[in-house]
């Protein structure tokens, strides 16, 4: 039951950081989950920030095992759309095919321009759907920290989309 209910939102997590071995790693969280379960307490809400503290210890890990911190992809970089062949033939599954990956590319290129601590708040916060005391939990920041890297995460994103703001 456990996997089967955060399973999902650490895959996402890990393969928002482009993580080639994503379901490695989500496998090896588990693993110490399952190891460190007897010692654990308190609520539901700080499991989850407990196994999302694990997730994100296993990603940074896997950056050193790599010898340079794994960044979000940019727009330019080859690997977004080497080797992928279009959905399909059809000319209109083709038109929506590049223009989702045009797309596709602009949140990157964006999600790029934000601080890595930006970007990890952001990627809990939304992906993961931790709430800001257990995000701030998962990453040892303060509520306070949070809230601040969320907004300013959100700003640079809402100014990197000028055309399509919404107002708060």
């Not at 010692?39 to 095992?65: H, K, Y």
């Amino acid at each position: 039951m456990l996997y089967r209910d955060l399973a999902p939102s650490i895959l996402r997590y890990f393969r928002a950081y482009s993580t080639e071995n994503a379901e490695d790693l989500l496998g090896e969280v588990f693993l110490q989950v399952v190891r460190d379960l007897p010692g654990f307490s308190g609520s539901e809400g700080q499991f989850r920030a407990w196994v999302f503290t694990i997730a994100r210890r296993r990603l940074v890990d896997e950056w050193r095992r790599q010898g340079r911190r794994r960044e979000v992809l940019c727009r330019d970089d080859p690997r977004l759309t080497a080797g992928q062949p279009l959905a399909s033939t059809g000319p209109d599954e083709i038109v929506h095919d590049v223009l989702r990956r045009l797309s596709e590319q602009r949140v990157w290129a964006v999600l790029a321009r934000l601080t890595p601590s930006q970007r990890d708040v952001l990627f809990l916060r939304i992906i993961a759907e931790l709430s800001i005391a257990e995000t701030a939990q998962a990453l040892g920041n303060t509520p306070g920290g949070v809230k601040a890297l969320q907004v300013r995460g959100l700003e640079a994103i809402r100014r990197a989309f000028p055309e399509e703001a919404v107002s708060s």
